[in-house]
């Protein structure tokens, strides 16, 4: 964890740094509307959907080992989410946004028969189910889905548990992720998941691809990707109202900007390593 917390550390301290004059320069607090175009345009030059393996992949030119690596180490993340989330949970003294955020943990780690009973005697409604997925998998949680993914692929869910195919690279990145949360303030920690900003277009062209140029793959494991298309735009405009609300001082309004920036160069750094690995394996698909 020391190498982490200096990780972490360091880049906070360096972008501080790197942008100190310019915020001294332009410290004025800015308008919604400003504040919303700052946090897009980083989407615009920094989100992973750029990078070349991510690019190949919507492209079809990856063969079936270099997209069960991609699988594979995509799982550590999809599994740290909800130890992300419970960090920026346990840190938030905001009863409201505790509410709000909670849900985000069960989304991904899935629901027990016990706490669905509860919902429903406390007059909660069910979760809704994306269109073409069974309504028995309802609850499972993006971990389970992201399993199924695996299985579709040829992964067995031994070697997704026990990361049996985890770079390091994918692992460092991942843990910097978590301890950034858990070492921020919250709304910081916030304002970093603000990629889901940009990831319904991913989805829905990540879907589209999957469909078109890898027909190997049962289709019953692409259900995670269909569920994200209505998850990931509410919530992301849960977590940008968050956002705009409580970071309302021009310094942590920077450092919202800069947190999302964190979470550009995390995906970035972790399709990085997945590239080294497995580049060479891109060619055509069959």
């Given at each position: 964890?020391?190498e982490?917390?200096?990780?972490?550390?360091?880049?906070?301290?360096?972008?501080?740094?790197?942008?100190?004059?310019?915020?001294?320069m332009?410290?004025?607090?800015?308008?919604?509307?400003?504040?919303?175009?700052?946090?897009?345009?980083?989407?615009?030059?920094a989100?992973h959907?750029?990078?070349?393996?991510?690019?190949?992949?919507?492209?079809?030119?990856?063969?079936?080992?270099?997209?069960?690596?991609?699988?594979?180490?995509?799982?550590?993340?999809?599994?740290n989410?909800p130890?992300?989330?419970?960090?920026?949970?346990?840190?938030c003294p905001?009863?409201?946004?505790?509410?709000a955020?909670i849900?985000?943990?069960?989304d991904?780690?899935?629901a027990?028969?016990?706490?669905?009973?509860?919902?429903?005697?406390?007059?909660?409604?069910?979760?809704?189910?994306?269109?073409?997925?069974?309504?028995?998998?309802?609850?499972e949680?993006?971990?389970?889905?992201?399993?199924?993914?695996?299985?579709?692929?040829?992964?067995?869910?031994?070697?997704?548990?026990?990361?049996?195919?985890?770079?390091?690279?994918?692992?460092?990145?991942?843990?910097?992720?978590?301890n950034?949360?858990?070492?921020?303030?919250?709304?910081?920690?916030?304002a970093?998941?603000?990629?889901?900003?940009?990831?319904?277009?991913?989805?829905?062209?990540?879907?589209?691809?999957?469909?078109?140029?890898?027909?190997?793959?049962?289709?019953?494991?692409?259900?995670?990707?269909?569920r994200?298309?209505?998850?990931?735009?509410?919530?992301?405009?849960?977590?940008?109202?968050?956002?705009?609300?409580?970071?309302?001082t021009?310094?942590?309004?920077?450092?919202?900007?800069?947190?999302?920036?964190?979470?550009?160069?995390?995906?970035?750094?972790?399709?990085?390593?997945?590239?080294?690995?497995?580049?060479?394996?891109?060619?055509?698909?069959?």
């Amino acid at each position: 964890m020391l190498e982490l917390d200096r990780f972490a550390c360091d880049y906070h301290y360096e972008h501080d740094h790197d942008h100190d004059s310019n915020c001294r320069m332009t410290a004025e607090l800015w308008d919604r509307e400003t504040f919303v175009e700052q946090l897009r345009a980083i989407g615009m030059r920094a989100y992973h959907d750029k990078h070349p393996f991510h690019i190949a992949m919507n492209e079809g030119q990856l063969v079936p080992g270099a997209l069960r690596g991609w699988v594979a180490n995509r799982f550590y993340y999809q599994g740290n989410i909800p130890i992300k989330d419970a960090a920026i949970l346990g840190n938030c003294p905001v009863r409201e946004v505790r509410q709000a955020w909670i849900h985000r943990i069960l989304d991904h780690d899935g629901a027990s028969s016990g706490a669905i009973e509860s919902a429903v005697l406390s007059g909660e409604s069910a979760a809704p189910h994306a269109p073409g997925t069974a309504r028995a998998t309802a609850n499972e949680g993006g971990i389970e889905a992201w399993l199924r993914l695996g299985e579709a692929c040829g992964l067995s869910h031994d070697e997704l548990l026990n990361n049996r195919h985890l770079l390091p690279g994918v692992r460092f990145a991942v843990d910097a992720y978590v301890n950034f949360a858990r070492t921020q303030p919250w709304p910081i920690a916030i304002a970093s998941s603000l990629t889901e900003l940009f990831a319904p277009d991913l989805m829905t062209a990540r879907l589209a691809a999957f469909e078109k140029f890898y027909q190997w793959i049962d289709p019953r494991g692409l259900d995670y990707f269909r569920r994200r298309l209505t998850q990931a735009r509410r919530d992301s405009d849960e977590a940008l109202g968050i956002t705009l609300e409580y970071c309302n001082t021009p310094e942590l309004q920077r450092e919202a900007v800069r947190a999302l920036e964190f979470k550009c160069d995390v995906l970035w750094s972790m399709l990085d390593a997945i590239h080294h690995a497995y580049g060479s394996l891109e060619t055509a698909a069959c």
